[in-house]
T-cell receptor, first 114, second 116 residues
Framework: DAKTTQPPSMDCAEGRAANLPCNHS???????VYWYRQIHSQGPQYIIH???NNETNEMASLIITEDRKSSTLILPHATLRDTAVYYC???????????????FGTGTRLTIIP | DTAVSQTPKYLVTQMGNDKSIKCEQN?????MYWYKQDSKKFLKIMFS???????INETVPNRFSPKSPDKAHLNLHINSLELGDSAVYFC???????????????FGSGTRLTVV
């Protein structure tokens, strides 16, 4: 799986959009970008994933550049409960019976400021 | 109706002891995992089981022995506990679905193990 690079920490004002960048310059054609977050040592929580098109769900939006070498996770209206460590993970979308491991990096610690 | 449940939530024990952590999922998933998060917050996979068969075994000391009695359960037994085993252990489960899905990957809330 391709390696990802994220800033170690970011702050965002409550109510504003939080934009979390991720670089994945070695991503290959069949690899997806996944985002997870971990709130205060709870188990990681899935947020969103995409291949090349922008994606949106009830939690966030994912913007992937045309060359797929970077992406941005957008939390449109950040709340205090969004304070967490956010992980960008690149991995194959092909399932292989039990080999769907997630390789976590160091992530971005996002702090929402009241 | 917790999806992936682990017990105990906290475990404090002395060096040299043997302990087990239990995990159960009620999602109907066919794959279960153990991840370890150390004091530096690095989260790494240890094992995965698919339909009770060991699939991933990531250079974990053989003092750690996972056991999967059925698809819904994956327990972790640790022999001769050492100080360095102190960490948070997360169980997770997933299901083989179409390519590009999230496989329903779901984590438990973790077991904080402290070896003294």
């Amino acid at each position: 799986d391709a390696k990802t690079t994220q800033p170690p920490s970011m702050d965002c004002a409550e109510g504003r959009a939080a934009n979390l960048p991720c670089n994945h310059s070695t991503i290959s054609g069949n690899e997806y970008v996944y985002w997870y977050r971990q709130i205060h040592s709870q188990g990681p929580q899935y947020i969103i994933h995409g291949l090349k098109n922008n994606e949106t769900n009830e939690m966030a939006s994912l913007i992937i550049t045309e060359d797929r070498k970077s992406s941005t996770l957008i939390l449109p209206h950040a709340t205090l409960r969004d304070t967490a460590v956010y992980y960008c993970i690149v991995r194959s979308g092909i399932s292989n019976f039990g080999n769907e491991k997630l390789t976590f990096g160091t992530g971005t610690r996002l702090t929402i400021i009241p | 109706d917790t999806a992936v449940s682990q017990t105990p939530k906290y475990l404090v024990t002395q060096m040299g002891n043997d302990k087990s952590i239990k995990c159960e999922q009620n999602l109907g998933h066919d794959t279960m995992y153990w991840y370890k998060q150390d004091s530096k917050k690095f989260l790494k996979i240890m094992f995965s089981y698919n339909n009770k068969e060991l699939i991933i075994n990531e250079t974990v000391p053989n003092r750690f022995s996972p056991k999967s009695p059925d698809k819904a359960h994956l327990n972790l037994h640790i022999n001769s506990l050492e100080l360095g085993d102190s960490a948070v252990y997360f169980c997770a489960s997933s299901h083989r679905t179409k390519a590009g899905s999230n496989y329903g990957y779901t984590f438990g809330s973790g077991t904080r193990l402290t070896v003294v």
